[in-house]
């Protein structure tokens, strides 16, 4: 059940000075290792997951504590702790992921820490896999907590090391800040030293720091505003600030902005000094103030919001009036999705009238006229994944009239064509509150969906309100036994921990029961017409009812099948039996079925069909068999 | 090497990302700089995977600017078409003729462009078209998931990447385990050798 992806045999062994070929992740979790820490923690999310699946990895054998709490919020109160009691500790998370944690990471730049902190972030600029592209640096800029940003893998783990030195100087946690073009970039890096990891600390009482009673955080408030300052004092001792090359033209980007801003530059042949800031707040004021002096024009290169910019801005009214700075504000970079090295050449050609070496506007021409007649390959759920069996049941049990929230997980997927099972979705955990609010101010049957992990993440609470405050829908809990989306990793309905040991298995039943709930009944979602009764019968029960759809991810399924060496068999349809209805092409859209146009009739390809057997069960002229050897 | 770039475009599960991680260890091993671009979570599941990797000195990031690819790798038909955007003339495409169906196609909802027009849309950005089955030599070296060493094989004949072959034979013998090498390593040769 541990995410198989994790080999981290290289980065755990690799001696001082060795060169590897390191995922961005991969090399954040080299550094975590050789920066000593003693207990890291996480929920996982695209783009972070490799760097908690690295260090789970690892764990036991290297000798510090790892685990996969059961939400960010968590997640940064047990690392928090850890530090406040002298242990360095590393939590990492996706972008949203910080949302959740908002909270305690508030009030931890007040009350600070005592050994080292990191709270990673890792934000999604053109959502490959989020549902929105929120800057995150405006979480430092919101709690007053320092921030670093890297530009490739060898920098991210240098940086970690340099983050965990600064940490501890100002008794502040900091936030690192990753894009996903760091995270998911291979890249050659050097490993350094291990530092000795310490793992039991030592926990001196001060409550006048610790517990923020209001006369307590009006101290801290004020701490906070000092540390700042000393940290601004201090990065100017550190290596994050960095200036390449000279020039007129001076540009000033962080994080992997600075990768597009070298190329372009390159490309343009552009004589331009580029100032690479590492520690993005607090800003080095005063390098920054000398940098716009000593150049008349200033380009900004940044991803998403125009943090730098308006801050250099601002900066700029006071320290260098006269000076011409481009950037989002003047349209010359977008404020929306990933940049990349062309984004750059074209604002820096639009802005100072350059010519750029190479013909993009040919080449989009010549691709717009080929790429309107592709056939879409959006991604779909999996052949044999049980939740296209259960949202098929849903659908049948409430005669496709009902309203279904969705929430955040594989599931999701079920907005696709031809299944259309996802109606509504904010955040993890909002399928339970969104069912709520909605059967409250319709007349509609309301049935939700959520994953495993996500129950436990911040399902729980929506449910216990739910049935706190008699609410009226069924809640289907898809579980299938893992967190799939994110790389399979295992979460307390699983038992097993970060550590790789046998922890408690939480029993989402009994959870759900303990909860309130009396109307709770769990299904096999491969039992098709036992599923839909069952499903059906929760609808018309009084208040929240919960059916529980266990079934293991077919990936995991097929995979531990594959190594046992059990045999997978497919199902065929018999020519002579399918009329061609389409009805298991219309109703499930199962990628190991296709149409043949030319017999007119359904097939299956046996290379992707794990012999879930829905189709068998819902095809009307019984056309599906078992194939035979 | 100044600068050379590599696209590798495909579906989820034909070894694409494996297929970058070798180029990448090969890179190294002749003493370059490189920089492999993957996306992993939601975009993986059945869908598109388009990887970058870039290598020489003048390389900072992953991503392939459009029109600047030097070779396209494409893993399959429809997704060598859609990776047509980091073509121009002087790219050179290598195309596996073996289809993996869209859903969307296999629903009946959509239809997939014929194998003749493919070609010439190829054509219409690089006269540099190089096009056979791949999943033909995978089954003859013996195992359909070798497909993906196939085209790094045939990817070394035509595409100038500058790289040394017996580089990329270390790297696959040193990768992957003792009882996959020798199917690896034929799969491999016969990619290499598919071109005269």
């Known amino acids: 059940m541990i995410n198989k992806l994790a080999k981290p045999k290289n980065i755990l062994k690799g001696s001082q000075g060795d060169k590897l070929l390191l995922l961005g992740n991969e090399a954040i979790a080299r550094g975590v290792l050789e920066a ?318 350059l010519e750029i070496p190479f013909n993009f506007k040919k080449v989009d021409e010549l691709y717009s006229s080929i790429s309107s007649e592709l056939p879409p390959r959006p991604p779909v759920l999996c052949a044999g994944c049980p939740h296209r069996a259960t949202f098929y049941e849903i659908k049948k049990a409430t005669f496709n009239k009902g309203i279904y929230p969705s929430d955040i997980g594989c599931y999701t997927l079920a907005i696709q064509d031809p299944l259309h099972m996802a109606d509504i979705l904010f955040c993890m955990g909002s399928s339970v509150s969104t069912a709520a609010g909605l059967s409250k101010v319709t007349d509609k049957t309301v049935v939700a969906a959520i994953g495993d992990s996500t129950f436990f993440h911040t399902g729980i609470p929506a449910l216990v309100s739910a049935v706190y405050n008699k609410h009226h829908f069924t809640l289907a809990i898809l579980d299938n036994r893992t967190t799939a989306m994110t790389g399979h990793q295992p979460h307390p309905g699983i038992g097993i921990t970060g550590m790789h040991e046998q922890g408690e298995k939480i029993d989402i039943e009994s959870v759900v029961k303990g909860i309130g709930v009396k109307n709770v009944v769990k299904i096999n979602p491969f039992k098709v017409r036992e599923s839909i009764n069952a499903i059906r019968a929760a609808t018309r029960t009084e208040g929240v009812s919960v059916v529980i759809s266990e079934a293991p991810c077919a990936l995991v399924d097929v995979a531990e099948k594959r190594k046992k060496g059990e045999k997978i068999t497919p199902y065929v349809v018999v020519p002579e039996l399918c009329i061609g209805c389409k009805i298991c092409i219309d109703q499930l859209g199962c990628p190991a079925i296709y149409w043949n146009e030319s017999t007119v009739k359904a097939e299956v390809d046996i290379t992707q069909c794990t012999g879930c057997s829905v189709c068998a069960q819902i095809c009307p002229k019984d056309a599906f068999k078992l194939k035979e050897d | 090497m100044e600068k050379y770039e590599i696209s590798l475009v495909g579906v989820g599960g034909q070894g694409i990302l494996t297929a970058a991680e070798l180029l990448a260890k090969c890179a190294m091993l002749d003493g370059h700089n490189v920089r492999v671009g993957e996306i992993h979570g939601m975009a993986q599941r059945g869908g598109i995977v388009q990887s970058s990797v870039r290598i020489g000195k003048d390389v900072y990031g992953p991503i392939i600017s459009e029109g600047m690819a030097d070779l396209i790798i494409g893993f399959e038909p429809v997704e060598a078409m859609r990776g ?21 196609v296999s629903m009946g909802k959509a239809k997939y462009p014929d194998m003749d027009y493919i070609k010439s849309s190829i054509k219409k950005f690089t006269s540099k078209l190089y096009s056979f089955n791949a999943m033909d030599l995978a089954l003859e070296a013996g195992a359909a998931i070798t497909m993906n060493l196939v085209l790094l094989g045939a990817a070394f004949k035509i595409g100038n990447i500058g790289l040394n072959k017996e580089s990329m034979e270390s790297i696959i013998t040193s990768t992957f385990p003792e009882r996959f090498k020798k199917t690896n390593l034929k799969a491999f040769n016969l990619g290499y050798d598919y071109f005269k």
């Open chain 1, 36 to 353: 000593g820490v003693g207990v890291a923690t996480t929920y996982p999310g695209t783009p972070s997951s490799e760097i908690a699946d690295t260090l789970s990895g690892m764990a036991s054998e290297a000798g510090y504590y790892f685990e996969y709490s059961a939400n960010e919020k968590v997640a940064v109160e047990v690392a928090g702790s850890a530090a406040v009691a002298k242990i360095r500790s590393f939590v990492s998370m996706k972008h949203v992921g910080l949302n959740v944690a908002a909270d305690p990471f508030m009030t931890l730049a007040y009350v600070g820490v005592r050994a080292g902190m990191i709270i990673l972030s890792a934000d999604d600029p053109s959502m490959w896999s989020s549902q929105n592209e929120q800057d995150n640096r405006y979480y430092s800029l919101l709690s007053g907590m320092p921030m670093v940003e890297a530009a490739n893998p060898q920098e991210a783990k240098d940086f970690i090391l340099d983050a965990y030195d600064f940490s501890e100087k100002i008794e502040m946690p900091i936030l690192f800040r990753t894009t996903t073009r760091l995270n998911h970039t291979r890249a050659p890096v050097t490993l350094g030293p291990r530092r000795p990891i310490e793992t039991i600390g030592d926990f001196i009482k001060e409550p006048g720091r610790f517990v923020p009673v209001p006369s307590v955080a009006r101290k801290r408030h004020l701490v906070v505003l000092e540390n700042l300052k000393k940290a601004e004092e201090l990065s100017y001792k550190t290596n994050f600030n960095k200036t390449f090359g000279e020039g007129s033209i001076g540009i000033i980007t962080s994080g992997v902005g600075f990768n597009y801003t070298m190329e372009a530059i390159k490309l343009l042949d552009l004589d331009a000094e580029v100032l690479k800031l590492g520690m993005t707040n607090p800003l080095p004021k005063d390098l920054i103030s000398d940098f716009l002096k000593r150049h008349k024009k200033i380009f900004i290169v940044e991803e998403l919001e125009p943090y730098l910019e308006l801050n250099v801005r601002s900066l700029a009214k006071d320290v260098a009036p006269t000076v011409e700075i481009f950037g989002k504000y003047t349209g010359h970079i977008p404020r929306y999705y990933e940049l990349n090295t062309r984004k750059v050449l074209e604002g820096l050609s639009s802005a100072f009238h």
């Open chain 2, 84 to 104: 047509l955007s980091f073509a121009s003339e002087k790219t050179i495409v290598l195309l596996n003729e073996h289809i993996v169906y869209p859903t969307v």
